[in-house]
C-alpha cells in the first residue's frame, strides 16, 4: 500500500509540475521550424504586424538591418513606400537620423540623386567634402577614394568653410 501511494504521488508531482512550465523565447526560436510558423503568424496577422512594426522603428538594430538591406529598400522606393513613410514624420526623422550615421548609404543617396539630375557635381563635391569634415565615416561611400582628405582639399574645404553652404546651389 505505501508502495502504490507513493507511484501515486510522484505521478501527481510530475504531472502538476509540467502544467505550469514556462516557455522560453529563446529556445522557441532556435527550432528553425517553430521559428517559421512564429514569422508566419506575424506576417499574416494585421495587428501582430504592425506592433512588431512599431516595436521595429523603435530599435536602432532593426532600423540599421532594414537600410542595410538593399533589397528591402528598393522594394519600398519602387513601390511607393518611400511616399507613405514620409508622411510619418516619426518614421522619416529616424531614417534620416540613421543615414546620418551611415557614410555609405548617405553616399549612394547622393550618387543616385545626381544620376537623376537632383543633385550638380559642385553640390555633391561640397557635401562630400562637408560630410568628411563632420568626421563622417566615408569608407565603402564610393564617392572617395579615402577617408582623409588630402592637403589640397584641406585647403579649399577651409576655404569653402568661410562661405555660406548654400551659395554653390
Known amino acids: 500500500m505505501k508502495t502504490v501511494t507513493m507511484i501515486i504521488s510522484v505521478l501527481v508531482l510530475v504531472i502538476l509540475s509540467s502544467c505550469d512550465q514556462k ?13 517559421m510558423e512564429l514569422f508566419e503568424a506575424i506576417a499574416s496577422n494585421h495587428s501582430y504586424m504592425a506592433e512588431f512594426m512599431d516595436n521595429m522603428q523603435d530599435n536602432d538594430h532593426a532600423m540599421q538591418m532594414m537600410q542595410g538591406n538593399h533589397k528591402m529598400m528598393g522594394n519600398m522606393m519602387q513601390s511607393g513606400g ?3 513613410m514620409l508622411k510619418d514624420s516619426m518614421m522619416t526623422k529616424n531614417m534620416m537620423q540613421s543615414m546620418m550615421k551611415d557614410g555609405k548609404m548617405m553616399g549612394n543617396m547622393m ?17 562630400k567634402k562637408m560630410m568628411g569634415n563632420k568626421g563622417m565615416d ?4 564610393g564617392l572617395m577614394e579615402e577617408n ?5 582639399e584641406q585647403g579649399e574645404l577651409e576655404l569653402s568653410k568661410s562661405q555660406s553652404h548654400g551659395d554653390h546651389h
Open 111 to 127: 550618387k543616385m540623386m545626381h544620376e537623376k539630375g537632383m543633385m550638380s557635381e559642385d553640390c555633391m563635391e561640397s557635401c
Open 148 to 152: 582623409e582628405l588630402d592637403a589640397k
Open 23 to 35: 516557455s522560453d523565447p529563446t529556445a522557441i526560436l532556435e527550432n528553425p521550424e517553430t521559428r
Open 138 to 141: 566615408m569608407k565603402g561611400m
Open 82 to 84: 518611400m511616399q507613405t
